[in-house]
């Protein structure tokens, strides 16, 4: 393994692993066993500071959970990483986010922009699928919150046969919600995922890359602009495209490799660790899972 230490980043996003805690129970979640457990400590405010300040460059320092929102520090983290000169978001099921309170002090906090899953799409029997709940309502509501306070949204789904049918009409409330809050001139983008078989996952069909631009460029009518250049960098498992409508999105395939790694040797994801070492994200998991087999 390729240890990075801060001094010597080389990535363009850092991940922050916020809290192991999550109420729900979603059939897919990297962490797997670290989910809840005890042996696993939240981020540390002193930490956690000390190792963002001393990057070299400014990066996308992106707050992941399992579920970030249950930190209370949350809004904190975000302060000093602003403070920091880096670019906060965080990736979100968006459930705290129907608050229109919760909302607006995330924004004022310093998230202008964040990851929010609706692997669901509209529909509570989805969710109910693939995140053991009904919680569409919820989640409309969340979005159109980060529309009004002008929190840039990144909609991201984990896309199966489960749920195909229903991204369309995502869609369309996504480009709905664009248009009534004027975002035609911001980069709202809408992320599809296959299944990562890391952690817990559904026992689903793992689509590749070219099998999501088959099934999207034919439920939503054609996908225009197709490059797998993301950020200057030349990526093998993702692309990028843009609909007729304006609206951008991405495709990102997380098949594994021979080592059971996807995105290995990514030079875009690292992740500061429990150590508060910066270092390849996916490889960062794979050998907290190979050590519990040892």
């Known amino acids: 393994m390729i240890k990075v230490e801060p001094s010597n980043n080389i990535f363009k996003t850092i991940s922050i692993q916020t809290t192991y805690k999550c109420q729900m129970k979603c059939s897919n979640c990297y962490l797997g066993d670290m989910l809840n457990n005890k042996n696993y400590e939240d981020v540390d405010l ?70 929010i899953s609706m692997n669901g799409c509209l529909e509570d029997e989805i969710y109910q699928l693939m995140d053991n709940g009904k919680y569409a309502k919820q989640k409309m509501i969340a979005l159109e919150n980060c529309f009004k306070f002008k929190i840039l949204p990144h909609i991201n789904v984990i896309l199966v046969p489960e749920n195909a049918h229903a991204v369309s009409k995502l869609v369309s409330y996504v480009e709905e919600l664009r248009i009534k809050y004027n975002f035609t001139k911001y980069p709202v983008m809408i992320r599809f995922k296959s299944v990562g078989q890391v952690g817990n996952y559904m026992k689903t069909i793992t689509y590749d890359l070219n099998q999501m631009i088959q099934i999207l460029n034919f439920k939503l009518n054609g996908l225009q602009d197709i490059s797998y250049k993301v950020n200057g960098h ?17 495709i990102t395939d997380w098949t594994l490799d021979d080592e059971g790694i996807p995105d290995a040797g990514s030079t875009r994801r690292g992740i500061l660790t429990n150590d508060y070492k910066v270092q390849p994200f996916f490889e960062y998991y794979s050998d907290i899972e190979e050590a519990k087999w040892k």
């Open 234 to 250: 030349v990526e093998r498992n993702t692309c990028t495209f843009k609909l007729k409508s304006g609206l951008l999105g991405k």
């Open 46 to 115: 002193y930490k956690f500071e000390k190792a963002i300040k001393q990057l070299p460059n400014r990066c996308d320092i992106r707050f992941i959970g399992a579920e970030p929102t249950l930190n209370p520090n949350l809004f904190e983290l975000v302060k000093i990483a602003r403070s920091a000169g880096h670019r906060p978001s965080l990736l979100t099921n968006g459930l705290k986010l129907r608050s229109y309170e919760y909302a607006r002090a995330l924004k004022k906090a310093g998230i202008n922009m964040l990851g």
